[in-house]
Each structure stands twice: as C-alpha cells, then as structure tokens.
C-alpha cells in the first residue's frame, strides 16, 4: 500500500512522476486522470526557472535531468517529460541517466498527427528550443517518410497564455503573425507542440480553417503511459482513487490558482521547495 | 594594476560587478561606460533563470543573492544591482549578505523624477514583482510625501522585447491596455521601472503624450555609482580605457547579439558557465 515506507513497496505501487517547466504540464496530469485514474502522480513544475523554450540546449538538458532524478528521489516508477520544449532536447539524456522508463510528448503526438492526417501536410507549432531541435520534424519523417513537414516557432504564444491574454486583439495579430507561412499551405493537421498552445486552440483553428484538425499531444501521451505500464507490468494494484502530490520551485499561489483552471480539481498542498538543492 | 593577483591588488582596483537576470542590465552598464571610462566591469545576466519579473519574492531573493556571492568570489569593489525587481526585493538582503556596497536602481530613479515632476503626479511601470514589491511607491513617497503615484504593472513588456516585438500593431495595443488607467490623469513623469523598458519608450510617449517626462533608471544609476565610488575613495587609480567581462548562465549567443545592440560595442567574450554551483 502507498502509505508504506519505500523498501516495503512494490514498484507498481510508486506513483507515476511528471514534469514540465510550468504549469502546462498539467493538462497531461488532467488526461492521465482520466485514463489512469488509479494511478498515484508526483508532478514537479519547474516554476522557478521556467520558462524553458527560449533557453539553450545544455542549460534544458541541464535542468531536465534535475527534475528527473529529484522525483526518482520522491520515489516513482515512470517519468513522464510533459514539457514539450524538454522532449525534444533531453530526452534521451534523461533515459540513459534514470533507472525507470521515461516517456515523452513528442511520439504520442505524432504518433496521432500521422493517423491523422489525410494528405501528409503536417504542422508543428512549438516553442523555439523545441523547433530548433527538429525532434518533431525528425519523428514525423520517420513514422511518415512521405510527410510534409512545416514547423513553426510561437515564442509568445507562452507569455500571452500565462498572462491570460486569450481573448485580445493582440493575441489574434500575433497568432497571424506566427502562423502566415502556413496560409495557402496544404496543411491539414496541426500538432500543438506546447503544453500551453491549448489554450490558444479557438484562435488557431480560426486562422488556419475548419478543415484543419488539431491534435493536442496531453491525450495521447496519457495512452502511452497506459500502454507502457501494460507492457512493463506496472499498473498500480489498488482499485481506490489515485492521490496526487504537487511540487514547485517557486511559489505555490500563481501555480494553484491557474492548476486548479486546467485540472478542474482543487490542488490541495503543493510543496514549494523542490530543486532547492540541484543535483 | 589589475592583471596582478587578487591579494595584491587594492580595492580601488576592482571591477565594479552588475547583475541582472539577463541582457537589459547592459543599458546601466552602458551608462557606467560613459560617466566612468576608466572602471572595469563584471557582468552577470542568469539568462538560465530568468525572466525575474514574475516570479516569487523567496525565489528572486535566493536568486539574487547566488549572483551576487558569485560576483564577489569574481572579485569586485561595488555591486550595482541592474535588475528592478531585484532592487525591489533583495536590496536589503544583499547589502546584509555582502562585504561590499550594494547600488539598486530604485533609488537613482527615484530622485531624478522626484527632481523631474512640476505636479507631483508621478507614474511607475514594471514588472509584477517590482510593482507587488511596493519599492517605488515607498521610495517616491519618501523623497516626495505630497506625490501621487500611479504603479503599473505591464507583465508582457519584457516578452515583446525579447522577442524584438517591437514596430507591432499587436505591441501598441499592449502598450495601450496597459496604460489606459494612466490615461486622462494627471500624470507628468514616468519612471520605466525595468530595464528593458526604454525599447518600448516610443510607444509609452505616443500613448500618454509629449508633455509627459519619462525617466530611464539606467542614466541616474551611473551617477550614483559614480558619487558612491568617490565618497568611499573606490575610484580606479588606472586611467586607461576599462576591460568588460560577461558572465551568463545560459549558452552566450542570444545575449552576445542583443547585448551588442544595446552597448553599441562588440562583446568579445562571454563566460557561459556562471552560476553552475549555486551558493
């Protein structure tokens, strides 16, 4: 049982770790709720450093794998990288350094886009760290050699959304903006490689059609965690509610308050000092 | 002389240290070029953290004083403390930590508009932190009890112009939400309480008019470390042209390019691995 102390657990018994720069990771929290609802989550968001799409390769793979080895040390069975921006560029750093399978947003998403699309003209939208990164642009050539990739960097998109500047004139400017190269595309299905973009999702779909289908990773992610803990013989044994536990290193008010939006669930205690001593 | 090892050296020989969380404190560093020619600089911009302007008071104190401790172990005579929503938060925590004196933009700003307004009428523009800080407000009506003070909080600000958002349609409508409470008020003087503010400066003149004076922290900042420089007989014995260092906590290439722009000089060379350990 989860209220054990550590050795006497079994590891399917641990609860499943995600993070993400922010609070955007949580609309992954929300679908894993959905389709794990049995499953105990540690999330740990990063709010102190955040955020993480317009910083530097090293300095994201840096902080990534402090993320990941402070919830390996809180004890948990999988990590789940909900931060787009962190998948595309420390992933694989992350599965080499922690002993637990990680999963990221990125194959999930395409994995989606692909079964999607009908004329292979898929977009991305991202931040620019995870543009740059071509982690997207390389999954989808690999699971749709045919595709036609366009990918495009919404660096404000990250800002207008945590400053709630949804519903603004500006927001609408800047969303043609960023998204003009794809007007007169072929494009038919757009991933929104961001936690944040979500919330964005009206004005992009205005902009590009109707025609145009949407795919938010945060669903698909949540499948293939299901299917991982399957494969792995891990799926939490206990049939109660799962508990969650909440961590950030900055303070807790703005995270809850906006937390409480997206997961549609009040957030109880969040702990507010993780990451106080990198690793 | 200043190539001679630390032991030897006087104080007075020293560089002047400035932090800030990224590139905008260059414009006080571009100001101290100008009214001490002579003085050796070490600049800090914690690019991997940053922005500050939203985030907690414990967290941008803790920040603040790791940029700090981590100048002083560079070896400096005098801390000037670029970043607004630092001086508004950790002023006090770091004149008490240090060994050396600490200089805040608040209060040079402060003065000159103090010294600036004709109606008392005065108006403060920052981030959330350095408005929730209070610092302005209290300094202003320290130096002026009969003022009135207007303190404007424009969040996204720094976003636009880290973006280069700055000839937008979608920046104007910004500029305008935010200042519409300043609008028909009485309001003569404005301080732009951040330095990346002075890039929108245009915008904030067109929006509240030609008869309102705005004041640029950076300028008055120089000054007083300058007069703080020699009443403590810290002014450098060299008479030669002063050496720049710059240290950064995220890889150096966006900061080498915009930082260039600002100090209208070439930034030779940048040490990017700053803040590795945290104190």
Redesign the interface.
């Known amino acids: 049982m989860s209220n054990q102390p550590f050795p006497l657990m079994s590891n399917k018994d641990l609860p499943i770790g995600i993070f993400d720069s922010g609070v955007g990771g949580l609309t992954v929290v929300a679908q894993v709720m959905k389709v794990l609802p049995h499953e105990e989550v540690f999330y740990l968001g990063d709010?102190?450093?955040l955020p993480y799409g317009?910083?530097?390769?090293?300095?994201i793979i840096r902080?990534s794998l402090e993320n990941g080895k402070y919830l390996v040390e809180q004890g948990i069975k999988l990590l789940v990288v909900a931060c787009n921006t962190s998948s595309s560029v420390a992933l694989q750093a992350l599965q080499q350094a922690l002993p637990i399978p990680v999963v990221g947003v990125i194959s999930p998403g395409v994995a989606t886009a692909v079964a999607t699309t009908k004329n292979g003209h898929i977009a991305v939208l991202g931040t620019r760290g995870t543009i740059a990164s071509n982690a997207y642009q390389q999954a989808i050539a690999a699971a749709l050699p045919s595709a036609t990739v366009y990918a495009v960097a919404c660096?404000?998109f990250v800002?207008?959304v945590?400053?709630g500047?949804l519903d603004?004139?500006?927001?609408r400017?800047?969303v043609q903006?960023y998204l003009s190269p794809l007007k007169g595309s072929k494009v038919d299905t757009v991933i929104l490689g961001c936690t944040h973009y979500p919330l964005l999702r009206d004005h992009v779909q205005e902009e590009l059609g109707q025609h145009v289908t949407i795919v938010d990773a945060a669903a698909a992610c949540a499948h293939a965690v299901h299917d991982l803990l399957v494969q792995e013989r891990l799926i939490a044994s206990s049939r109660r509610q799962g508990c969650y536990r909440y961590f950030v290193?900055?303070?807790p008010?703005?995270f809850r308050r906006i937390g409480e939006t997206i997961l549609g669930t009040t957030i109880d205690h969040v702990c507010s000092d993780a990451l106080m001593q990198?690793h």
Do not use: C, Y
């Open positions: 709010t102190a450093r317009n910083k530097g390769k090293d300095t902080f660096p404000l800002s207008l945590e400053e500047f603004r004139q500006a927001t400017l800047i903006e290193s900055d303070n008010e703005g990198p």
